[in-house]
């Protein structure tokens, strides 16, 4: 088993920037995958990105690429997720996940609660 916290998140202004982190906890974090994603209210969950158990390659939605940067420490088993540029339509319950690779939700095993993240125009 694989336990998820996530924090970081909060209220911002567009323009700026978050950075959300998820600590892992019970199995190896350093054998997993590891994702973020997202749901805004009344949207289905999305997939943002996606990161390799070495962090050597990563994934990213089109909607967040390069302005996002997902990165991990795994001697603190702590995936990050930066959040550059935000925007309004950024606005979403962001989760961790674990276990997986990419953008279907169906291969991830592991995932957090969930944090907050609101971008105000």
């Known amino acids: 088993q694989v336990q998820l916290v996530e924090s970081g998140g909060g209220l911002v202004q567009a323009g700026g920037s978050l950075r959300l982190s998820c600590v892992a906890s019970?199995?190896?974090?350093?054998?997993?995958?590891m994702g973020w994603f997202r749901q805004a209210p009344g949207k289905e969950r999305e997939f943002v990105a996606s990161?390799?158990?070495?962090?050597?390659?990563?994934y990213y939605a089109d909607s967040v690429k390069a302005r996002f940067t997902i990165s991990r420490d795994n001697a603190k088993n702590t995936v990050y997720l930066h959040m550059n540029s935000l925007k309004p339509e950024d606005t979403a319950v962001y989760y961790c996940?674990?276990?997986?690779?990419?953008?279907?939700?169906?291969?991830?095993?592991?995932w957090g609660q969930g944090t907050q993240v609101t971008v105000s125009s």
């Open positions: 990161i390799t158990w070495s962090g050597s390659t990563t």
């Open positions: 019970g199995r190896t974090f350093g054998n997993y995958a």
């Open positions: 996940a674990a276990g997986g690779l990419g953008s279907f939700e169906s291969h991830y095993g592991y």
